[in-house]
């Protein structure tokens, strides 16, 4: 009795009603140790820990107590202290025995099961202990119940494989390499999430189909049926031992109606052709358990596509819920709304929330498409999916559950989630997890669960799918047209629609429009619950009937991808900001139909309406850049593309909403196409360098090469449908000289080649549309001169050839991206062309004829109108002007050649006396005014044209100072 006296003061600690059990059961097994003489040596932490595990785990006491060897083992060997990798497992599972079986290699079916089902007993009772004893964290509890069942699972196939090879003869592959099967793990073994009395969800595949050369000519299928059939007994089968693992292969294609294992090819059609969608949510956590693992990286990789769409798939909401409604359903229906796992504000909630977000954006975010839910809920908070605060809780909340769950099942081994109800059993739970009685850990428990429940509830939108139901709203109705016309029409008018007749006759022929019926189910359902969504949100708008007719255009557009449908349907103010931005702008709803996957930008009203600056645009560019290969050249341009729609959407939607002024605009559209520039320059010349080496005194930053813009890239005035005036110029010592790649090419041609792929990078017409139109006809010699220009040759033909409306352009070239060094020679060339002394009759002659040449080709016809741009006294007098001034004056003041934007220019020239105060106000009152006027006609849809009559004084003021200065 020596061993229960030392344990004496742990019994104190034992709740009254508990400890007479535990005391009789302790002893029991003190005095069958003593019985077999066995040799136990305890610490003093085995001796604080045994008191609580006894009590907390039926299972281990009964265990211990009919094998005392057991935990002898365990306790001297040292496995019960230590902390096992992930590999020891397989190791002990290859040294150990079976009891009554010598330390042999197993010979039979029935050894192997024997010997798995001790291993098995043995390692439960270390795992249960030491989690029970506090003396593991939830992820080593978690991981180690995983990893003990990959390597049952491996053990087993291994012996199973070569008996049936011994038997039958060895599949082959079509190298002639033995063919082994893949074993998958779904669920929690999937994502070493394993709960302690789970059991394992698998499915079944093999690589190629053949037959065996044995008498009865058996196919591989029939051999590898077989196969897993033994394997599934082995692991599953109840025997006086007990089992290794409960297995169930429900989740394989086709069910219980499917063949135990198919092919790859099987797999790969049934996935692509018939799976159900919530057999995408099952394969998110699926990994490779067992068998062939060079083979099975194939089967693997196919899943991706299938689990992780290319677009965002708001769907995913709906189908989520409509599960978690029929579990519900069924535990209501059975009494069972104490289940941790499936009740509400349950383990499964928690998961649901992470799978909904991993479905949405995995095909997007690669880093959501990992398998541990915490991974998941901590990447939500960080990515300000969730809220911070609400991801911490998630998680925290997550391990709660888990060890909850875990305590259910290590006290008697059984796969039950309910808490129990028996008064005992409840005061055995709370005192294993460190609660003096039932009462508060059920308080904390339901405090946990309201929690949990309360952000499924926001992020599955419960309360407002459940507040939608009821008779059917006076939308609804319209939508369905389930009344005469006359009703519905005045149906439409509570809602704030004016032309009711013509309103509902758009609606009826959106609704018997080939898109909307092409519509599958799933599709039709969502857009009857978003059609009387958007009805509704017409009263928000001062413009009901042209907002309608401009967003029912964007949804016919969209309607053969309903996920983008779902992502509104799902997101009230996603929909609020749709119509918000489709009332005061028809291009919103034009750039959303030619990019949908930008509907996504609608739910965050934060970054919607802050547009990013320059650093920060190259920070996320550089970020989402990262994980392109530096050869993937399509992957590039798409990611290039969706970098410029997503930010010139929220400078479109800032300017809409009045939120940025009118330069700043021009500001944040030169900023996102120098950041563009910038990074294909970098990477163009990764892939040519990658491939052919560097030419000689070059790195990644002294690349010899630079991009100058011009027009309204150089003058930082780019407007929404801008294109880019390019020239590209490079410089190195001997263009004959050989880069020092393995396919080495000489300088020229290497800087020819930069410049086409920078060129193609831009301008490459694809799905996600082109990045931007370039225009190179500024360079030397125009479309017949070389793409690209060495920088001495640029400056004499500046200085000897270029016409005067060359040197006119030269006034708003600037540089924008390349080599730092080539940036300092630029800028001097520009200054010393601009400050040449010039004839001023013979300038202000040239420049006067160019500019009346473009009036005549390019100013409208149309009587009353006024092209911002071209008439008299609109844009392009102003920039004459300056062009004129600065060309002329900057013999007599070099500062002129500083700026390249027309405002500045306007300012300096004031300074230098060219021109007076009250000129230079007005042009600059003139110029910003048109530029206004521009950007609100393209976010109208409509060209730079509007009434002559709207600014007929201004013009006139434009065109009086051009007489003076220029005539």
């Keep these: 009795m020596s061993f229960i006296k030392n344990i004496e003061s742990e019994f104190a600690a034992l709740p009254d009603q508990l400890r007479a059990t535990v005391i009789d059961s302790l002893t029991k097994w003190d005095e069958r140790v003593t019985e077999l003489k066995l040799n136990i040596t305890p610490t003093p932490e085995f001796n604080a820990a045994i008191v609580k595990v006894w009590c907390s785990s039926l299972f281990v006491a009964e265990s211990c107590t009919r094998k005392p060897e057991l935990l002898a083992d365990l306790v001297n060997s040292g496995d019960l202290s230590a902390v096992y990798s992930e590999n020891n497992y397989a190791e002990k599972l290859v040294l150990s025995s079976a009891e009554g079986l010598a330390q042999t290699p197993v010979e039979t079916q029935a050894e192997l099961m024997t010997k798995l089902r001790w291993f098995r007993r043995r390692e439960m009772v270390r795992i249960a202990w030491r989690d029970l004893a506090g003396w593991a964290e939830l992820s080593e509890t978690l991981a180690?119940?995983?990893?003990?069942?990959?390597?049952?699972?491996?053990?087993?196939?291994?012996?199973?494989?070569?008996?049936?090879?011994?038997?039958?003869?060895?599949?082959?592959?079509?190298?002639?390499?033995?063919?082994?099967?893949?074993?998958?793990?779904?669920?929690?073994?999937?994502?070493?999430?394993?709960?302690?009395?789970?059991?394992?969800?698998?499915?079944?595949?093999?690589?190629?189909?053949?037959?065996?050369?044995d008498r009865k000519e058996t196919t591989y299928g029939e051999f590898f049926t077989k196969l897993c059939r033994n394997l599934i007994k082995v692991l599953d089968e109840i025997t006086v031992d007990g089992f290794v693992f409960r297995t169930d292969i429900r989740l394989r294609p086709y069910g219980d109606s499917g063949p135990i294992i198919m092919t790859f090819d099987g797999m790969e059609n049934y996935y692509q052709t018939q799976a159900r969608e919530w057999e995408r949510y099952a394969m998110i956590k699926v990994r490779q358990v067992a068998g062939d693992f060079k083979v099975g990286a194939q089967l693997m990789a196919m899943f991706r596509p299938f689990v992780y769409r290319r677009y965002l798939d708001?769907?995913?909401?709906?189908?989520?819920?409509?599960?978690?409604?029929?579990?519900?359903?069924?535990?209501?229906?059975?009494?069972?709304?104490?289940?941790?796992?499936?009740?509400?504000?349950?383990?499964?909630?928690?998961?649901?929330?992470?799978?909904?977000?991993?479905?949405?954006?995995?095909?997007?975010?690669?880093?959501?498409?990992?398998r541990p839910i915490l991974d998941v809920l901590r990447l939500l908070g960080e990515r300000e999916l969730l809220a911070q605060q609400d991801a911490d809780q998630l998680m925290q909340s997550y391990r709660f559950l888990r060890r909850v769950e875990n305590h259910i099942q290590q006290y008697q081994d059984q796969q039950t989630h309910d808490l129990p109800t028996n008064p005992a059993a409840q005061q055995i739970l709370a005192y294993s997890l460190d609660?003096?009685?039932?009462?508060?850990?059920?308080?904390?428990?339901?405090?946990?669960?309201?929690?949990?429940?309360?952000?499924?509830?926001?992020?599955?939108?419960?309360?407002?799918?459940?507040?939608?139901?009821?008779?059917?709203?006076?939308?609804?109705?319209?939508?369905?047209?389930?009344?005469?016309?006359?009703?519905?029409?005045?149906?439409?008018?509570?809602?704030?629609?004016?032309?009711?007749?013509?309103?509902?006759?758009?609606?009826?022929?959106?609704?018997?429009?080939?898109?909307?019926?092409?519509?599958?189910?799933?599709?039709?359902?969502?857009?009857?619950?978003?059609?009387?969504?958007?009805?509704?949100?017409?009263?928000?708008?001062?413009?009901?009937?042209?907002?309608?007719?401009?967003?029912?255009?964007?949804?016919?557009?969209?309607?053969?991808?309903n996920v983008y449908l779902s992502l509104l349907s799902e997101n009230p103010g996603a929909l609020s900001q749709l119509v918000k931005l489709s009332s005061a702008s028809s291009w919103i709803c034009d750039y959303l139909s030619l990019y949908p996957v930008l509907f996504d930008e609608l739910l965050d009203t934060r970054s919607l309406y802050e547009p990013l600056k320059k650093a920060d645009l190259d920070r996320q560019l550089r970020v989402l850049l990262a994980h392109v290969e530096v050869q993937d050249l399509e992957q590039l341009m798409v990611v290039l593309r969706q970098f410029k729609q997503l930010n010139v959407l929220r400078v479109a939607a800032a300017d809409i909403m009045g939120?940025?002024?009118?330069?700043?605009?021009?500001?944040?559209?030169?900023?996102?196409?120098?950041?563009?520039?910038?990074?294909?320059?970098?990477?163009?010349?990764?892939?040519?360098?990658?491939?052919?080496?560097?030419?000689?005194?070059?790195?990644?930053?002294?690349?010899?090469?630079?991009?100058?813009?011009?027009?309204?890239?150089?003058?930082?005035?780019?407007?929404?449908?801008?294109?880019?005036?390019?020239?590209?110029?490079?410089?190195?010592?001997?263009?004959?000289?050989?880069?020092?790649?393995?396919?080495?090419?000489?300088?020229?041609?290497?800087?020819?080649?930069?410049?086409?792929?920078?060129?193609?990078?831009?301008?490459?017409?694809?799905?996600?549309?082109?990045?931007?139109?370039?225009?190179?006809?500024?360079?030397?010699?125009?479309?017949?001169?070389?793409?690209?220009?060495?920088?001495?040759?640029?400056?004499?033909?500046?200085?000897?050839?270029?016409?005067?409306?060359?040197?006119?352009?030269?006034?708003?070239?600037?540089?924008?991206?390349?080599?730092?060094?080539?940036?300092?020679?630029?800028?001097?060339?520009?200054?010393?062309?601009?400050?040449?002394?010039?004839?001023?009759?013979?300038?202000?002659?040239?420049?006067?004829?160019?500019?009346?040449?473009?009036?005549?080709?390019?100013?409208?016809?149309?009587?009353?109108?006024?092209?911002?741009?071209?008439?008299?006294?609109?844009?392009?007098?102003?920039?004459?002007?300056?062009?004129?001034?600065?060309?002329?004056?900057?013999?007599?003041?070099?500062?002129?050649?500083?700026?390249?934007?027309?405002?500045?220019?306007?300012?300096?020239?004031?300074?230098?006396?060219?021109?007076?105060?009250?000129?230079?106000?007005?042009?600059?009152?003139?110029?910003?005014?048109?530029?206004?006027?521009?950007?609100?006609?393209?976010?109208?849809?409509?060209?730079?044209?509007?009434?002559?009559?709207?600014?007929?004084?201004?013009?006139?003021?434009?065109?009086?100072?051009?007489?003076?200065?220029?005539?």
């Excluded at 909401?317 to 499936?342: C, G, H, P």
């Excluded at 599958?520 to 708008?541: F, S």
């Design 144 to 213: 180690d119940l995983s990893h003990l069942a990959d390597a049952c699972i491996q053990y087993a196939l291994d012996f199973l494989y070569q008996e049936a090879c011994e038997l039958r003869g060895t599949p082959l592959l079509s190298d002639g390499s033995p063919q082994q099967i893949v074993v998958l793990g779904m669920g929690k073994l999937g994502a070493y999430e394993l709960n302690y009395s789970s059991d394992i969800d698998l499915i079944f595949a093999y690589a190629e189909d053949g037959v065996l050369p």
């Design 314 to 370: 708001y769907g995913a909401f709906e189908e989520l819920r409509s599960l978690k409604a029929q579990i519900t359903q069924e535990l209501r229906r059975k009494d069972r709304m104490e289940n941790i796992k499936l009740g509400p504000g349950g383990i499964r909630e928690i998961e649901f929330i992470g799978q909904a977000f991993q479905l949405i954006r995995g095909g997007n975010d690669k880093a959501l498409q990992t």
């Design 435 to 561: 609660y003096p009685d039932w009462p508060s850990f059920k308080q904390d428990l339901d405090k946990v669960r309201t929690q949990v429940h309360e952000v499924f509830d926001q992020v599955f939108s419960l309360s407002k799918q459940d507040g939608s139901t009821g008779s059917p709203r006076t939308a609804q109705r319209i939508w369905a047209c389930v009344a005469d016309d006359s009703e519905l029409m005045d149906h439409l008018k509570e809602w704030g629609i004016q032309d009711t007749g013509a309103m509902l006759a758009a609606i009826k022929d959106f609704k018997h429009s080939a898109a909307v019926r092409r519509l599958t189910a799933k599709g039709a359902g969502v857009l009857d619950r978003l059609m009387p969504q958007l009805i509704e949100a017409m009263r928000q708008v001062a413009n009901p009937d042209e907002t309608l007719m401009r967003i029912l255009g964007l949804f016919g557009a969209v309607a053969g991808r």
């Design 659 to 967: 939120v940025i002024p009118l330069m700043v605009v021009s500001d944040y559209l030169t900023y996102i196409a120098e950041s563009i520039v910038s990074h294909v320059v970098e990477r163009a010349w990764l892939m040519l360098t990658d491939k052919h080496g560097q030419p000689p005194e070059t790195d990644n930053t002294s690349i010899g090469f630079a991009v100058i813009g011009f027009g309204k890239l150089g003058g930082i005035e780019l407007g929404y449908g801008s294109d880019l005036d390019l020239v590209f110029l490079y410089d190195c010592k001997d263009g004959n000289a050989m880069t020092d790649g393995e396919k080495p090419i000489s300088c020229g041609q290497f800087y020819g080649r930069l410049g086409l792929k920078v060129r193609h990078i831009l301008d490459t017409k694809m799905l996600s549309g082109v990045l931007y139109e370039v225009d190179m006809r500024l360079r030397p010699n125009g479309d017949s001169g070389l793409l690209v220009s060495h920088v001495n040759a640029y400056e004499d033909y500046l200085k000897n050839q270029a016409w005067t409306w060359e040197l006119q352009a030269l006034v708003r070239g600037r540089f924008i991206a390349g080599d730092p060094q080539l940036k300092v020679q630029y800028e001097a060339i520009r200054s010393r062309i601009l400050s040449l002394p010039r004839d001023t009759g013979v300038l202000k002659k040239e420049v006067r004829e160019m500019r009346e040449k473009m009036r005549e080709a390019l100013a409208t016809k149309d009587k009353d109108k006024f092209d911002l741009k071209q008439s008299k006294g609109g844009i392009a007098d102003i920039e004459f002007i300056v062009q004129f001034g600065v060309l002329d004056q900057a013999a007599l003041n070099v500062a002129l050649t500083t700026y390249t934007d027309n405002v500045r220019l306007l300012e300096g020239l004031q300074q230098q006396g060219f021109i007076s105060k009250a000129d230079q106000e007005t042009l600059k009152n003139a110029y910003c005014t048109y530029r206004d006027f521009g950007h609100k006609q393209v976010l109208q849809g409509d060209k730079a044209v509007i009434a002559e009559a709207e600014v007929a004084k201004m013009s006139a003021q434009v065109e009086q100072i051009w007489h003076g200065y220029m005539e």
